[in-house]
C-alpha cells in the first residue's frame, strides 16, 4: 500500500483558507494499542475493507522497534478526532539509512485540506531527527492525484517501477485491478520546496493517465486493464533504458526525459 501510496490521502490545495483549516490540527506519533485500534477503524473507513488493512499487532511491533505510526487529530469542544493516520518501517534504500512509508489514509472529509501535506512533512522532520537519509513509498501510477502530489507538489523521485508488486488485492479500491506501483524517494535533506527539474538537453515523451481509475475500475474493467498495460510498457520500459521520468503535467501525463 502506502501513503499516498496507494493513499487514501490526496493532493492538496495551497490557498490560505487551507491553511487555516490547519490550525486546530495537531500530528503526533502514537504508542498505546488504544490509539493503534482508533488507527485501524481509521484505515477501515478510508479503504472500506472488511479485514484490517494493518493488524494492531504489527502496528505496535513498528512503533516499539523504533517505526514510525503517526496520526492527525482534529481539536473539537468535546475533544479530539483522528482523521488520518501513517505507518512507516526502518528500511534502506540505495544502502543508506530509509523510511519505508508504507500507507497513510485520509478520511474523506480531511481530503484537499492541506494535510496530506502537512502529514508528508511531519513524516520527513521525523526522519530528519533519526538520522534517516530518505523516506521511500509506493503508488498506483495510474492514481493521476496522487502522482501529481508526489511528483510535483511534494518533488520526490521515481526511482523504480515495481509490476504486481502487491499480488492481488481485496480491498474495496482495488479489487479487480493489477498492483503495479512506482517507488517514490525523498531525500530528507534537500530542501522542502525542491521541484524535480526539467533538463534543457534530451527528448521528453508524454505518458498519459487516465483521468479516474478508481470510477473505471467500477465502471469499465477491460479499459483499465488497457491503461495498465500501456503504462507499464511504456514507465517501466523507460525507466530499464535510464530514461527519467521528471514531472506530471496538469493534463495528467508524466514527462519522461531521454538523454539518447
Do not use: C
Not at 214 to 231: E, G, H, K, N, Y
Amino acid at each position: 500500500m502506502s501513503t499516498i501510496d496507494i493513499n487514501g490521502a490526496d493532493d492538496p490545495p495551497t490557498t490560505p483558507d487551507s491553511t487555516h483549516a490547519l490550525d486546530n490540527i495537531d500530528i503526533r506519533t502514537l504508542h498505546t494499542a488504544d490509539e493503534m485500534i482508533e488507527l485501524g477503524e481509521v484505515f477501515q473507513q478510508v479503504w472500506g475493507s472488511v479485514t484490517q488493512i494493518v493488524t494492531i499487532e504489527i502496528l505496535m511491533a513498528v512503533s516499539h522497534s523504533g517505526g514510525y505510526v503517526s496520526a492527525a487529530y482534529e481539536s473539537r469542544g468535546d475533544g479530539e478526532r483522528m482523521l488520518g493516520a501513517s505507518v512507516g518501517i526502518l528500511a534502506r534504500h540505495q544502502g543508506r539509512p530509509a523510511l519505508h512509508s508504507h500507507i497513510t489514509g485520509l478520511l474523506p472529509g480531511a481530503r484537499h485540506s492541506g494535510l496530506g501535506r502537512a502529514m508528508k512533512l511531519h513524516q520527513r522532520e521525523w526522519a530528519a531527527r533519526h538520522d534517516i537519509e530518505w523516506i521511500v513509498w509506493t503508488f498506483d501510477p495510474l492514481v493521476r492525484r496522487n502522482a501529481w502530489f508526489n511528483i510535483e507538489v511534494l518533488g520526490a523521485e521515481v526511482h523504480e517501477y515495481l509490476p504486481s508488486f502487491y499480488g492481488a488485492m481485496t480491498d474495496s479500491i482495488n479489487v479487480g485491478d493489477e498492483s503495479d506501483r512506482l517507488l517514490m524517494a525523498w531525500p530528507v535533506a534537500e530542501p522542502t520546496d525542491r521541484r524535480t527539474r526539467r533538463a534543457d538537453t534530451g527528448s521528453h515523451v508524454l505518458v498519459p493517465t487516465p483521468e479516474d481509475i478508481v470510477t473505471l475500475r467500477r465502471t469499465d474493467p477491460a479499459a483499465v486493464s488497457r491503461w495498465r498495460t500501456d503504462t507499464r510498457e511504456a514507465l517501466q520500459g523507460a525507466l530499464e533504458r535510464g530514461d527519467r521520468i521528471v514531472g506530471f503535467t496538469e493534463r495528467g501525463e508524466y514527462v519522461v526525459e531521454s538523454d539518447s
